[in-house]
């Protein structure tokens, strides 16, 4: 495993630890408090962070994305 598919990795399940904290605060805290604001801003946070590290990835050459363009005709 590369470091880039260790780091992507990391990001995506920062994403859904964070997803997961920003529900339980929802059904924990009533409203009280802003612990799930603040959790839901983290997980956007990590969402825009993981898309620009994988267009400047693909940009740079790194990662080759599939499936998303017919092959060309030679």
Do not use: C, E, N
């Amino acid at each position: 495993m590369s470091i880039v598919s260790i780091i992507i990795l990391i990001l995506f399940v920062g994403i859904l630890l964070s997803l997961g904290s920003a529900l339980f605060y929802l059904g924990h805290d009533k409203g009280d408090s802003k612990r799930t604001v603040r959790a839901l801003t983290v997980r956007i946070s990590l969402s825009i962070a993981l898309f620009l590290l994988l267009m400047i990835l693909i940009g740079l050459g790194v990662i080759q994305p599939h499936g998303l363009y017919p092959p060309q005709a030679s």
